[in-house]
């Protein structure tokens, strides 16, 4: 059974810094590209960034870009993402999504919180 | 980046009923257009891929439909169970965008 689950959430101040996983499972990690994608409260889904299967290639939305980045370790089925400079604008739950050519999320961790505020 | 507008923002329906949700790009996107069903609290999950494949496991009920723009989510007998948001996404370009969502409320 195909298993993202992420941690690392929680209240930081602005200006401050978080480091989120996301742990896979049930399936070859190191096959696919994968995804963060987030939600402020009440609001919709806003993709933040991508990495490749081997780690060689990222992307970030505009909003981030400078700020957050991506990485993995294949070897420990961990997908990261490291978020400084935080902003109030980023408080949201943030999601990892395992992608299917490009862009198609089949299966989504279930989210994990980060609200930043002084 | 390519904007997708989807309509109505929300909808109260009946169980019984057939439900029909519009998503519209801001340009050519091919079929490369997913939907996704959320649910108080939870995590989105794919429904259709590539605008009208039923994803596997996913209720017949469920279908897609259109290419190039103009996109249609159809729900053919509301189920008491399919009372969620529902997202339309591009995947042509980078980066993934998402429509604004679709509430949808038992009349």
């Known amino acids: 059974e195909v298993q993202l689950v992420e941690s690392g959430g929680g209240l930081v101040q602005p200006g401050g810094s978080l480091r989120l996983s996301c742990a896979a499972s049930?399936?070859?990690?190191?096959?696919?590209?994968m995804h963060w994608v987030r939600q402020a409260p009440g609001k919709g889904l806003v993709w933040v960034s991508r990495?490749?299967?081997?780690?060689?290639?990222?992307s970030y939305a505009d909003s981030v870009k400078g700020r957050f980045t991506i990485s993995r370790d294949n070897a420990k089925n961990t997908l990261y993402l490291q978020m400084n400079s935080l902003r109030a604008e980023d408080t949201a739950v943030y999601y990892c999504a395992r992608a299917i050519a490009k862009g198609k999320f089949d299966y989504w961790g279930q989210g994990t919180l980060v609200t930043v505020s002084s | 980046d390519i904007q997708m507008t989807q309509s109505p923002s929300s909808l109260s329906a009946s169980v019984g009923d057939r439900v029909t949700i519009t998503c519209q790009a801001s340009q050519d996107i091919s079929n490369y257009l997913n939907w996704y069903q959320q649910k108080p609290g939870k995590a989105p999950k794919l429904l259709i891929y590539d605008a009208s494949n039923l994803e596997t496991g996913v209720p017949s009920r469920f279908s897609g439909s259109g290419s190039g723009t103009d996109f249609t989510f159809t729900i053919s007998s509301l189920q008491p169970e399919d009372i969620a948001t529902y997202y339309c996404?591009?995947?042509?370009?980078?980066?993934?965008?998402f429509g604004q969502g679709t509430k949808l409320e038992i009349k």
């Open positions: 990495i490749n299967s081997d780690g060689s290639s990222t």
């Open positions: 049930g399936f070859t990690f190191s096959s696919y590209w």
């Open positions: 996404q591009q995947y042509d370009n980078l980066p993934p965008t």
